[in-house]
């Protein structure tokens, strides 16, 4: 049982996990023994994951959540706050990857792109980050892509680079304002197959959502504010 202390359970959330590397990271983080809020934005795609996990005896709530959707994040940390639940683990994993060149994205699947991949993240954190900072204890990884870094050629759809290589400004910035053990990564899961990944990945969602897991359940002595893939740094 991963326990912070000897009288509190680790709490997680994890966005955009009704399927793909989200409902991984979910069971994996459960089957370690922490309580997990699996998030969805549909109703019914949420249900059906939380039942999933449910039935492996994985302590696991769910809740309705769009991260693009503005007053959202906000909205759901109150509601949680209410009922004294407390996020020690937040998983920024939610994302989209439309196609598109820097040119020809229309404006408002760039917007799109945008709040999902980085506004959402950023009201993500800053919904529930603070609560972190005042507990002494967080661990926030922002699932980020290889395709957001200047170091491996920003290779992939124009707003999905520069919404993920945005998410990884975030969470430098966040990390150097980070105090006490709260410690926020960013990590590339690799090429996974998944519904975005396509069935021609590489990687099984086991393996995508590893690193994840990890960088969510770090030690104290361990990294704040870097990049990684199979836990190893990766250029920004
Ligand atoms: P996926 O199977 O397409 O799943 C994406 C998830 O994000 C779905 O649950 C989707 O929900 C959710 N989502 C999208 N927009 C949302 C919103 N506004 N609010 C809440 N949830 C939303 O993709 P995946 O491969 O698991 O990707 C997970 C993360 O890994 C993404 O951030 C992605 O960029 C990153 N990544 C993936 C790969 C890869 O090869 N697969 C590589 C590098 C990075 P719906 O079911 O409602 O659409």
């Known amino acids: 049982m991963a326990r912070r202390r000897s009288d ?3 709490t997680a959330l994890v966005t955009g996990a009704n399927r793909g590397i989200g409902f991984e990271v979910c069971r994996r983080l459960g089957r370690r023994g922490l309580h997990v809020v ?25 809740a309705v959540f769009d991260v693009a959707r503005e007053g959202a994040a906000g909205a759901l940390a109150a509601r949680l706050r209410a009922r004294d639940v407390r996020v020690d683990v937040l998983v ?27 506004f959402g993240a950023l009201w993500t ?53 980070s105090r006490g053990d709260v410690k926020v990564n960013a990590v590339c899961p ?9 069935p021609g990945a590489r990687r099984s969602v086991e393996k995508g959502a590893e ?17 990684f893939r199979d836990r190893k740094r990766i250029p920004w």
Do not use: H, Q
Not at 46 to 62: F, H, S, T, Y
Not at 190 to 198: A, F, K, L, N
Not at 211 to 217: E, F, K, N, Q, R
């Open 8 to 10: 509190v359970r680790y």
């Open 125 to 177: 954190c800053r919904a529930f980050v603070p609560a972190m900072l005042d507990a002494g204890y967080g661990r926030v990884v922002n699932v980020s892509s290889g395709s957001g870094s200047f170091g491996e050629g920003l290779d992939g759809p124009a707003a999905y680079c520069v919404s993920k290589a945005a998410l990884d400004a975030l969470t430098v910035k966040l990390a150097s304002e």
């Open 38 to 62: 699996l998030t969805g934005r549909d109703a019914r795609g949420m249900d059906e994951a939380v039942a999933r996990l449910r039935a492996e005896e994985i302590d696991i709530e769910g």
């Open 92 to 118: 920024n994993n939610a994302g989209i990857y439309p196609p598109g060149a820097v040119l020809d994205t229309d404006p408002g699947t760039f917007r799109e792109v945008m709040e999902t991949n980085f």
């Open 190 to 198: 690799g090429w996974v197959r998944t519904r975005m990944g396509g």
């Open 211 to 227: 690193t994840i897991v990890w960088l969510a359940t770090l030690p104290a002595d361990g990294p704040n504010g870097g990049f």
